[in-house]
């Protein structure tokens, strides 16, 4: 689904991605792990057009992203990034909206789907992120936890082949944070295609299928979740793991 190789991105003279090369196939979990600052939002944002690498190559769906360096059109790559859903760390709702206008906004604009089709599909995921009754609520009137399942619920909206998530859980109070993963982890038995760059370790464990360990612009190490978390071969990745788990 996704092969990344010999990413490079700089800001300025900031080194932030150093020949960053991983793989995702179809239906796998991939759990992003590493001290902040080590370029996970960076590369996620890479995926989806959100930052423009200086070197490699980014091939989604077996469509180049970049080749080399080399970009492709803007009407390429606004297809390619289409097929990805993307859930970031604040949310990032449109506070004018309620969660239904946050949910058909994006289908609304770019697809050629009645307004009736539209409505079924919002009503339909918003039960799936167990928020039906919340469809005519304003995004200040909802919890963290129901802002982020909005959301992951909106990001389904144009059925993504690949969804990436930037620490989803990161800005939720403890207690939240089971209702988001409890979502993410329904998503990933039903074989959707995931990035998650996470500190929630125990997600990391039980859901993902490979864990990428990145320090310094680099994927340190990649493996099973019991190869990274209970045999990590590099010392970086020893050292990262002793000071969170
Ligand atoms: P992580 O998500 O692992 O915390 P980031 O990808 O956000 O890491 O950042 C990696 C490095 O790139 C950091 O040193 C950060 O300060 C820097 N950085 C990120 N975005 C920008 C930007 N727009 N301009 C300059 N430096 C940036
Ligand atoms: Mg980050």
Do not use: C, W
């Not at 991939?30 to 930052?51: D, Q, Y």
């Not at 970031?88 to 994006?106: D, I, S, Y």
């Amino acid at each position: 689904m996704i092969q990344v190789a010999n990413l490079k991105k700089s800001f300025g003279s900031l080194d932030v991605l150093k020949n960053v090369s991983f793989e995702v196939d179809k239906s796998e979990v991939i759990a992003v792990i590493g001290p902040s600052g080590s370029g996970k939002s960076t590369m996620l944002r890479s995926l989806v057009n959100l930052e423009q690498i200086n070197g490699g190559s980014i091939r989604i769906q077996d469509q180049y992203l970049v080749k080399d360096g080399g970009y492709a059109s803007q009407q390429q790559i606004k297809a390619i990034t289409s097929g990805m859903g993307m859930v970031f760390q604040h949310f990032n709702l449109f506070p004018h909206l309620t969660v239904q206008g946050n949910l058909e906004l994006a289908p609304r604009t770019v697809q050629k789907l009645t307004a009736g089709e539209v409505r079924r599909r919002s009503q339909e995921l918003l039960g799936k992120v167990g928020l039906a009754d919340k469809s005519d609520a304003y995004p200040a009137r909802l919890s963290g936890g129901q802002k982020q399942r909005v959301a992951i619920a909106r990001a389904l909206m144009l059925n993504p082949a690949i969804l990436l998530f930037d620490e989803p859980t990161s800005a939720l109070d403890p207690e939240l944070v089971g209702e988001v993963l409890r979502v993410m982890k329904q998503l990933a038995e039903e074989q959707m295609t995931m990035i998650v760059v996470t500190h929630e370790m125990g997600f990391a464990r039980e859901v993902a299928d490979r864990v990428l360990f990145m320090d310094n612009g680099e994927v340190v190490e990649a493996g099973t979740p019991e190869q990274i978390f209970d045999n990590p071969q590099q010392e970086r990745t020893r050292t990262f793991l002793n000071r969170v788990v």
